[in-house]
């Protein structure tokens, strides 16, 4: 078996937390190594590995919050990952510290028996001709290049074909369950279970909007943005994208999913820490 641990930059505390975790998993005789910025915090820089590398893994561990959870669900494929949170909200990430070698190991020996527990969310992918998106677990917005009065998009939402709603706003956006609680929730949307299986759409500051909709997660979402605006689609917050109006960007749910493995997270108990 080979794990793959990625600590939170710039925070010793994960630093130390994955130098311990690779000792615990080496003395259980199976191979794992720290990814590169991890192992230069610690001084080894010369023993760290590509972020790449953990799609070839069995299992990655993520250590910090649910930021650095999502950049290792972008570089990890369809490989489980477990999530150590060092203290914030935890929506992704449902393994306190003092509980992390012994939930790790425990995968560990899961997996040694072919019993490795592991949920999938959905992640969303947008298109527009020939262009597609990085995957994103959260949310994927298309809006103006910026926001505020004089500023945004002129657009038409449409779902599965049929029209929803059109006007003007800073951007759309499309959630899922897990990115409810994320920027959906700061743009007024509702918030979703995680065992549903929807997609959220809400606009953003529209100047005649409807209300947020939630949807089937097989559906597919079309913005349509006309005028000669440039128009921005950014994947969970980052890899921001920028296209020239009059452009259709298609939202729709790809593959793979992301994989979690250990404990499940309390959702309403993560809700508490938002108040």
């Known amino acids: 078996m080979e794990v793959g641990i990625v600590a939170r930059k710039g925070s010793e505390r994960a630093a130390s937390l994955a130098s311990d975790l690779r000792d615990a998993i080496a003395d259980a005789g199976e191979s794992v190594w720290l990814d590169a910025e991890t192992a230069t915090a610690l001084g080894e820089g010369d023993r760290g590995r590509s972020v790449d590398a953990l799609t070839d893994c069995d299992l990655a561990v993520a250590i910090g919050g649910d930021g650095t959870f999502l950049f290792v669900a972008r570089n990890a494929g ?124 809400n606009e953003m500051v529209a100047a005649e909007g409807m209300p947020p909709l939630v949807v089937d997660d097989d559906m597919t979402v079309t913005v349509a943005v006309e005028g000669a605006e440039e128009v921005v689609v950014v994947s969970d917050g980052r890899n921001a994208t920028t296209l020239q109006a009059p452009v259709e960007v298609t939202v729709e749910r790809t593959t793979p999913p992301v994989r979690i493995a250990g404990p499940p997270t309390d959702f309403f108990e993560a809700l508490g820490k938002l108040a």
Do not use: C, K
């Open 78 to 201: 369809d490989t489980p990952i477990v999530g150590v949170n060092l203290g914030e909200v935890g929506f992704l990430n449902a393994v306190p510290p003092a509980r992390a070698e012994e939930t790790v190991l425990a995968e560990v020996e899961a997996f040694g028996r072919g019993e490795m527990n592991v949920r999938e969310v959905p992640r969303l992918a947008a298109t527009a001709d020939d262009w597609t998106s990085v995957p994103a677990a959260n949310e994927v917005v298309v809006q103006g290049d910026r926001r505020g009065p004089g500023a945004g998009i002129d657009y038409e939402v449409r779902v599965d074909g049929s029209v929803y709603s059109a006007g003007h706003a800073d951007g759309v956006l499309v959630a899922t369950p897990t990115g409810s609680t994320a920027y959906n929730l700061s743009e007024r949307g509702p918030l979703v279970g995680p065992g549903v299986s929807a997609l959220v759409v």
